[in-house]
């Protein structure tokens, strides 16, 4: 398993410069409003956005290796008797995943997540805008 942190900032490139000296690394993805590091050491993913109005921590997570630590973590969360959303396999953060969101007593978000491939797109929405965008283009 590893950690799960995404944050908003006002100024990508300015934080992309920061967390690579931070982290002695470059990002693993890097988009025009997006920003990722798998480290290691401390194994986390961090990742970073514009696409939030307001800057600082926009939720935590679990990213886990495969569909059985999926379940798992699944069942703990049920265990610990807070509503869970499975929103099930979608594009998000330029990645394919199957994911569940739950809210801590304190309400930060918290999604848990098993990520099985890459995505063109941010998210579901813009990937259905650009079908749409593709299916108008080729009428």
Not at 13 to 29: G, I, Q
Not at 83 to 112: H, I
Request: hydrophobic share 40%; net charge negative.
């Amino acid at each position: 398993m590893r950690l799960h942190i995404n944050l908003n900032v006002e100024n990508l490139d300015n934080s992309v410069r920061f967390y690579s000296e931070l982290f002695s690394a470059e990002p693993t993805v890097l988009k025009d409003d997006y920003a990722k590091w798998m480290l290691d050491d401390p194994k986390v993913n961090f990742a970073i956005s514009t696409r939030r109005p307001v800057a600082g921590v926009d939720h935590f997570g679990i990213q886990v290796e495969d569909q059985a630590q999926l379940r798992a973590v699944h069942a703990r969360l049920k265990a610990a008797e807070v509503p869970m959303s499975e929103e099930g396999k979608v594009a998000c953060c330029y990645a394919r995943s199957d994911k569940a969101w739950v809210f801590d007593p304190d309400g930060n978000a918290w999604e848990s997540f098993y990520t099985f491939g890459e995505s063109p797109v941010y998210g579901e929405e813009a990937a259905l805008e650009d079908m749409r965008d593709d299916a108008t283009a080729a009428e």
